[in-house]
């Protein structure tokens, strides 16, 4: 991909003229913010950014970013952005979706994005409910969560999405926060340095419709004891005082104390690339008795799939030539109706 000075462009270049219709106090401002400071210090030229969305308040997103842009239509977001990937590989793609529009009716195109590894990024507004249709629980919504649909409480069991990326062979899988703003600012340059699908789950508050449903990751007295903090290479430690960590115990992940039930030297460090410990550490989302993990909870670097598609389209025309339309056209091969 071709790179331009990170000089040449500010955040003021990336800011539309349209005006943000999303609720006042809405979560989606501050990831649209950080969007907007994060490509100007990526090194790409503007026009080689392109942005797909979906359907939901999340898919506005095109609008208020001055780049290329698609507002598709619900759940086909990955479809379109593969094919606009696959016409035009130099593009910076970003799939912008939401809890409702990525895993329900646009679950299966969600995991076949991620089983190939096409070379673009996903950011998932994940707020727990269906705001742009007016509350309705969705896919990740709690088991109890009371809605207009599910008056007496939701009797499903949710979507866990980062499990639900692992299981489908998602190369690169992070979680972050709207109201972590530095963590999320990284999380997005780390989405788009790598090579494939990357995928990042971002806690977005809903105060119209499901205010405060990560109340207790994002409230300064709380956080430090219900955020876990993934970093590479380092123990896997939380809490106010940094005194409880991650160990296994027979192959499962307990929340030990240091320094009373169990030493430093027993805590888990932190392997993005040990998908095992990966999957563990996505089991313990709204998991009663453990914190949340955020960052960058597995990451595996192999060939994108359009890479592998070009090098095969490549060997055939040394192998056959360049071929000839209007004679594939004319081979005879034809069936008789």
């Not at 790409?44 to 506005?60: A, D, M, Q, W």
């Not at 004679?327 to 069936?335: D, E, I, R, V």
Request: aromatic letters at 8%; charged letters at 20%; a negative charge.
């Amino acid at each position: 991909m071709s790179q331009v000075s990170e000089s040449t462009l500010t955040r003021k270049d990336f800011i539309s003229d349209q005006d943000v219709r999303w609720c006042p106090g809405c979560g989606d401002y501050a990831i649209l913010a950080q969007v907007q400071k994060v490509f100007p210090d990526l090194g790409i030229p503007k026009e080689n950014f392109l942005i797909v969305s979906g359907i939901g308040c999340s898919s506005r997103f095109p609008y208020y970013m001055d780049t290329f842009g698609f507002h598709s239509i619900h759940g086909r977001a990955t479809a379109l952005a593969t094919g606009a990937k696959m016409a035009n590989p130099d593009l910076s793609v970003w799939v912008v979706t939401g809890d409702g529009d990525a895993m329900s009716i646009g679950g299966n195109h969600f995991i076949h994005i991620l089983r190939r590894n096409l070379d673009i990024n996903i950011l998932l507004f994940n707020n727990e409910v269906y705001g742009l249709t007016k509350g309705q629980y969705s896919p990740t919504s709690s088991q109890g969560h009371i809605s207009k649909s599910t008056p007496l409480g939701s009797v499903d069991y949710p979507f866990n999405p980062p499990q639900l990326a692992l299981g489908a062979g998602g190369t690169f899988i992070a979680r972050g926060i709207d109201r972590e703003l530095k963590h999320l600012n990284q999380l997005l340059k780390e989405a788009h340095n790598h090579s494939g699908t990357s995928f990042l789950e971002i806690y977005q508050n809903c105060w119209v419709y499901n205010d405060g449903a990560f109340a207790n990751l994002t409230e300064k007295e709380l956080k430090m004891e219900t955020q876990l903090i993934l970093e590479q290479g380092m123990p896997m430690i939380f809490g106010k005082d940094k005194d409880k960590g991650m160990r296994l115990v027979k192959g499962n992940l307990e929340v030990g104390m240091i320094g009373k039930d169990c030493k430093m030297e027993d805590i888990l460090v932190h392997d993005e690339k040990n998908k095992i410990h990966g999957l563990m550490l996505s089991e313990l989302t709204h998991k009663d008795g453990f914190p949340t993990p955020i960052g960058i909870i597995y990451r595996e670097e192999k060939p994108p799939y359009e890479e592998l598609l070009l090098n095969q389209i490549q060997k055939a025309i040394q192998i056959q030539g360049e071929g000839n339309l209007d004679s594939l056209f004319q081979n005879g091969h034809t069936w008789k109706v």
